[in-house]
């Protein structure tokens, strides 16, 4: 079975301090894992993508994600937040590259 | 633009109404799948297409719902005897042919907002 969990549904950062998300994930397989980032009245927008190749991944915006299979985890960081990095991000894992699984989202505020 | 397209953007529609949404992916892309997003919550899968054939429905999708891809491009969803229920933002994604060792990253279009009265 595949699943996401995000382990908080609501981070609150001040503006240049550093952000952290946190995601682990339950996958049967070596899995593919994502971050997408939901802006109000936008549309989802990939973040990054982790594909079996190195275990630190760099996305847009100064974002970035380490894989730990060891702890399930997917954890995205960034290390100066920016008040426009306010916006929804959910955690994504898929099995077999079809149909995605998400989580429930963490919705980051950025405090100026 | 060439990016993932749906309309409406928004629908109000009274209870016992038939809705359909269109979204067309990008151009070329030879997946295209439906997810279901309510308030406070992930988008759930609902199904999706290759080419023009449904290859996976999830148990979500009940015997109201039917989409259709008939000529491998643009997408319909449609929604019979709508319920209060079904009220919810209607993703559609694609993504390019799969290639084994490459999960194919999917690109979202902006949703359909359903609100059933």
């Known amino acids: 079975a595949q699943s996401v969990t995000q382990l908080d549904s609501h981070v609150s950062v001040s503006e240049g301090t550093p952000v952290l998300l946190r995601c682990n994930y339950s996958s049967s397989y070596s899995p593919s894992l994502f971050w997408y980032v939901q802006h109000p009245n936008k549309g989802l927008q990939l973040l990054l993508k982790?594909?079996?190749?190195?275990?630190l991944v760099k996305g847009i915006n100064g974002f970035e994600a380490e894989f730990k299979k060891s702890e399930t985890s997917f954890h995205l960081t960034k290390p100066s937040a920016h008040m426009s990095d306010a916006a929804e991000y959910f955690c994504?894992?898929?099995?077999?590259?079809?149909?995605?699984?998400f989580g429930t989202g963490t919705s980051l505020t950025v405090i100026p | 633009d060439t990016g993932v397209s749906q309309d409406p953007r928004h629908k109000i529609t009274k209870r016992g109404q038939n809705v359909t949404f269109r979204c067309d992916p990008i151009?070329?892309?030879?997946?295209l799948y439906w997810y279901r997003q309510t308030l406070g919550q992930g988008p759930e899968f609902l199904t999706y297409?290759?080419?023009?054939?449904?290859?996976?429905k999830s148990r979500l999708l009940s015997d109201r719902f039917s989409a259709e891809r008939p000529k491998g491009s643009f997408s319909t969803l449609e929604i019979q005897r709508t319920e209060q229920g079904d009220s919810a933002m209607y993703l559609c994604?694609?993504?390019?042919?799969?290639?084994?060792?490459?999960?194919?990253?999917?690109?979202f279009g902006p949703g359909t907002r359903l609100l059933v009265l």
């Open positions: 297409f290759q080419n023009e054939a449904q290859l996976e």
């Open positions: 994504v894992v898929t099995p077999y590259g079809n149909q995605f699984y």
């Open positions: 994604a694609s993504s390019p042919r799969w290639t084994s060792g490459n999960q194919e990253t999917q690109y």
């Open positions: 982790y594909t079996s190749a190195a275990t």
């Open positions: 151009s070329e892309h030879n997946r």
